[in-house]
């Protein structure tokens, strides 16, 4: 009853499956009595004259009665007049080794096997195919015939990027990166893509590297050294690749035959993600995109009227046009496009969309929204997940939104959905997040990428970075607070069970709010299921400085103390170059400890030179961390007003 009663994971995967892929029953006369019930409950047309989206699939059996065939065929699954022996010799084999090819593609999911993190699309294969209509000059993010059919203008700074990047990779020995950096909706990455697609029409071969690549930087490091990988490597949004995206790229760059990496991150990432004290020699050169200049403006006039999507400004002059453009969107190439052709601004446009939609579109959108907010894209199955309903009500309602160019739905062997612009997913995400309604499209979304993980996947896999980065605490604590991240992490437990990092973060949350018994069982999980777990053992040390403050007193307070300590200094000896967490984690409870723990001063001072001569080896490990300065300066201070009390 307690099953049965409860969300089961695997069937809510297969509920999506059977609604959005094709499928083949063979063995069965989908004659059983729980399947009809599920239909029964689930199974709303979407209302009369919207049409059936479930994909077609097909029955295999000898007989079947004309009441079922035709109950059936309203869920578009057509009758296969054959037994099994008959469509394998009939069907199958002339499939050429369709069926044994996609049984092995099947087999290395499950068993963890991501042979796709070491491929590295190349521009020249990305570039084939006929040149597409979009809607790219109303705000949606550039595909590569926006390039080529020159919907994207060419801009001032097209030129000064290419001529910075030619001379880099014309230079001998190390290249190392190109840092192209802006806020939102700069055109970084326009300007990638041209830049990309110019390298690779004088012959050179490029690596394109996006949020909808699988490439891990596991992958990077395995296609180098097999020697395979392109002369040079384009990253849009690096940041998705990790906090050792900086170790990766000097390791690769340093060693011939010297690659030239051309990445685009948002100015406000920069620091967090390429530590210089990690880069080490690695040559680095950063291009900050500038606003429109008049040229640029004047030519988005010209493309705006060559694609007919002038909008508020067709009745203009064309002064009137140009100067809109230049004063009242602040030089900026997406609000540009957006505010001076829709005559709203920018965010009002956002919101104005998002709550003229029907409750199923909204419900829809808002985990769309949310997914390319956070660098992501949805497949059918993915969204019929995360909206928790698996019907045909959904899909009409999903066909609807990519019809009205609501949302974008890129092709490929299995169609990929995203909002409009990245910046619009951020605008809805922030309304769902001040109105309290983010818990449902968070909770659907990590269950959508829980769906995707296996146990034997490594961390740098695509599915298990992002899952990672669903459940951490603090994005949770962020987004949703405190007790809303906490019954979160309880109702997600059936779908997380296994995975350690499930388990740490939960821990993490309770020893923030000081539920310390129940963080303890909480990260003994965690530890059962990864032992060696680095991330773990420094969390348990702060879990131990935490016991130890809450009762100084107690003999074993102490104890716990030098555990921890002893435990912490060991991540930095292992990590300290690469995270910053254990000194954080150690200087703050030293200082914590210092306050409240010890009452001799000789044991104040002491253990506050022993903190702060830690922090001062991360301060110089990771010189742009304003946290680690500022607990620092504090260290300090204490010390002084330590001395100044005696």
Not at 69 to 83: C, F, G, R, T
Not at 213 to 235: C, H, N, T, Y
Not at 383 to 398: E, H, S
Request: aromatic share 6%; with cysteine.
């Amino acid at each position: 009853a307690e099953r049965l009663a409860r969300e089961e994971p695997v069937y809510t995967q297969l509920s999506a499956e059977l609604l959005s892929h094709p499928f083949v029953f063979v063995g069965t006369t989908l004659d059983e009595s729980l399947l009809w019930q599920h239909i029964q409950l689930r199974s709303t047309r979407g209302g009369s004259g919207l049409g059936e989206f479930r994909r077609k699939s097909f029955l295999v059996t000898p007989h079947l009665d004309k009441a079922r065939e035709v109950a059936l065929s309203q869920y578009n699954v057509e009758w296969i007049p054959m037994n099994a022996e008959q469509f394998a010799a009939e069907v199958l084999s002339k499939l050429e080794g369709t069926v044994a090819k996609g049984i092995s593609v099947i087999s290395k999911r499950s068993a963890g096997i991501a042979d796709n993190e070491s491929i590295i699309q190349e521009v020249s294969t990305l570039i084939g195919g006929p040149i597409s209509r979009t809607e790219f000059l109303l705000g949606t993010e550039p595909i590569w015939s926006d390039i080529q059919s020159g919907r994207a203008i060419t801009r001032n700074s097209d030129n000064d990027l290419w001529n910075k990047v030619s001379d880099v990779k014309i230079g001998k020995g190390a290249r190392g990166i190109i840092l192209v950096t802006g806020t939102a909706g700069s055109g970084k990455s326009t300007a990638l893509m041209r830049v990309a697609l110019h390298l690779s029409s004088d012959g050179t071969r490029v690596g394109w590297i996006d949020r909808d690549s699988e490439a891990s930087l596991r992958g990077l490091r395995r296609g180098f050294q097999k020697g395979a990988a392109p002369d040079v490597i384009v990253i849009d949004d690096a940041d998705l690749l990790g906090s050792d995206l900086g170790p990766t790229l000097r390791e690769i760059c340093l060693y011939a035959p010297y690659p030239l990496f051309v990445l685009g991150i948002r100015s406000g990432r920069v620091d967090r993600i390429l530590n210089p004290a990690q880069l080490g020699q690695t040559p680095i050169h950063e291009y900050v995109m500038p606003l429109l200049t008049d040229e640029d403006i004047a030519g988005l006039v010209d493309a705006l009227t060559n694609d007919n999507k002038l909008g508020k400004l067709r009745g203009l002059t064309r002064i009137e046009q140009e100067n809109t453009l230049r004063e009242k969107t602040g030089r900026e190439l997406l609000v540009a496009m957006i505010e001076a052709t829709s005559g709203l601004r920018f965010e009002e446009k956002a919101v104005k969309e998002y709550e003229e939609l029907d409750e199923d579109k909204k419900r829809i959108y808002a985990i769309v929204a949310t997914a390319t907010a956070l660098q992501f894209s949805l497949s059918k199955k993915d969204i019929l997940i995360a909206v928790g309903r698996q019907d045909n009500v959904i899909l009409n309602a999903l066909d609807q939104l990519v019809r009205r160019n609501i949302i974008l739905t890129l092709g490929g062997a299995e169609s990929s959905y995203r909002a409009r612009h990245r910046v619009l997913g951020e605008i809805v995400e922030r309304k769902l997040q001040s109105a309290g309604q983010l818990y449902d499209v968070v909770r659907g979304l990590i269950i959508v990428v829980a769906t995707q993980v296996t146990p034997d996947m490594p961390r740098s896999a695509k599915p298990k970075r992002l899952l990672i980065r669903l459940i951490n605490n603090s994005f949770l604590h962020r987004m949703l607070g405190p007790e809303q991240a906490r019954n979160l992490y309880g109702e997600l437990e059936a779908h997380l069970k296994n995975e350690s990092h499930y388990w740490l973060q939960r821990g993490v949350l309770e020893v923030e709010a000081g539920n310390l018994r129940l963080a303890k069982n909480w990260l003994d999980q965690a530890k059962g299921i990864s032992p060696d777990d680095d991330f773990i053992e420094t969390e348990y040390a702060l879990w131990e400085f935490r016991t130890a403050l809450d009762n100084p007193a107690d003999l074993k307070s102490h104890e716990l103390v030098d555990d921890a300590c002893g435990a912490l200094e060991h991540q930095i000896t292992l990590n300290g170059k690469r995270y910053e967490h254990a000194y954080h984690v150690l200087g703050s409870q030293c200082l914590a400890w210092v306050r409240r723990g010890l009452e001799q001063f000789e044991q104040q001072r002491d253990f506050l030179e022993y903190g702060i001569e830690k922090l001062k080896e991360g301060v110089k490990n990771h010189p742009t961390s304003n946290r680690l300065k500022t607990l620092l300066k504090e260290m300090e201070d204490e010390k002084l007003n330590l001395v100044l009390r005696r």
